[in-house]
């Protein structure tokens, strides 16, 4: 494949997100539609964008290279995936009636509205953001470096500034339909080259012997770090803000539940492809350097011009439209949480579209500051959700499910899981053994959390307080929809 016909693919792809932006920001009118659609998401575009978030970087290239190097542990990543999908519908799909705009006000909501809770939480759930962002311009780089001959540096800008144009403009809104054009292109594509590939190595009768060892990942010392990268995903989407945003913009608690249920069911079926994909491009070729190139090297040298080129296309779908999620996710906690904390009030409701995208391009940069160095996918989620996420979660659970947590004891949880992580990095024995932090920072999470709570004074602070305590702050950016923001394309 000529690396300027891919490039040229991807280009004109790009444009097309980007005119379908400027369309969609012309219809905007507050910077509560700009973040979050006006609450107001219907069925078929909150699953559509769940999906497309839920398939990302991880999901294709770093699933396919885990089942070229592993054999059918790269169906670990989609069933960790769909269990955390699971427990997200089951355990959190009502805060949707409560109208919160970030993580931060739903998590600071468990502990009475704390205020010390809520920045805690805000700056944890930017880092988770920033992280998840900076895998997605990893992933998606992988592409225009081994496709399209582009230096790693070079790719990832252009990754970044490929999908940012188009959040930018065009807003949440924006993410939710070019994230179900994606879902679209994505899953055709996959299917597309599990077809072939189950075909260029004979057939499905073939495709249980063709290593011999596809389930030594369940045997000896192999089995934990495995059962380590599901729960690791498991975490990651229980605690990613982005799929909150998609409880807060969902237009009804039922709409979230079916999404998420719907969203389940179609990933279980789905976490076996790139597994597929990744064992028999192993028998193909057994050589490549990199597990992570299996999915590019499928799609360059195995396939026919045309399937390669829609392959491709779906897997930068399913890295851009998550990117893309978390982008936006990130510059609502910005606003509405960090701004908050350090300025005493939110941004006025005529400069909240002009901050977000200002935002949205600082964000962009940082999560490129942050992966410029880093080449590994998996590794990467893996540490990053151990620092961040593992305790946030185990904080929220706490904090809704267990009437004795204190704003002390989801600090400490959160605060215990970081310190863990760290642990961790200056062990690498330890790290070899678990497969990574998740697990033990989990366990030192919820530790800290209940032993702090325990020991500290029981809220007393109602929910209803709390919630109007939250309402007064956010009032500010629920403004009216006589503001006209005809000149937001143009900023």
Known sequence: MSPTLFLTVFGLYVTAMIVMSVWIARRQRSGEDFLLGNRSIPLFLSFGTTV??????????????????????????GIGGGIGMLLLAGLFSDARRHN????????????GANRWMKGLVAIFILFASIGWLGAHILGGSKYLAYIGLMDPWLAKLVLASGFSVYVIIGGYV????????????????????????????GGLSELGSLTGTQLDFLRGDKLLPSISLMVAIAIGVLGVPSFRQ?????????TVRKTFYLTTVLYFLFCFVPAIIGICAFHLNPNLEEHDHAFLYMSRDVLPLSIGLVVLLAGLSATMSSASSDAIAAVSVLLRDIYLMFTGKVPSPKSVIRYTRWGLVGITGAALAVVLPRDDIIDYIKDMIAFVLSGLVVASIMGKFWPRATWQGGIAAI?????????????????????????????????????????????????????????????????????????????
Not at 100 to 111: C, H, I, R, S
Not at 246 to 254: C, F, G, L, P
Not at 458 to 486: G, W
């Open 174 to 201: 924006a993410v939710v339909w070019t994230d179900t054009i994606q879902a679209v292109v994505l899953f055709f594509g996959f299917i597309l080259m599990a077809f072939f590939a189950v075909s260029e190595v």
């Open 246 to 254: 998609r409880i807060y913009s969902a237009d009804s608690v039922s």
């Open 415 to 491: 605060s215990g899981g970081a310190v863990c992580t760290i642990a961790f990095k200056f062990n690498p024995a330890w790290d070899a053994f678990w497969g990574g932090a998740t697990i033990p920072s989990v366990i030192s999470a919820t530790l800290a959390g209940i032993v702090v709570s325990l020991v500290t004074p029981p809220n007393q602070i109602s929910e209803e307080e709390a919630l109007r305590l939250l309402h007064d702050e956010r009032q500010a950016m629920e403004t009216t929809q006589e503001q006209v923001v005809s000149e937001s394309v143009a900023d």
């Open 100 to 111: 919160f705009m970030t993580m931060a006000e739903e998590v600071a909501f468990y502990y």
């Open 52 to 77: 497309a978030t839920l398939v990302g970087t991880g999901s294709t290239i770093g699933a396919v290279g885990q089942g070229y190097g592993y054999g059918w542990r790269g169906a670990m990543y």
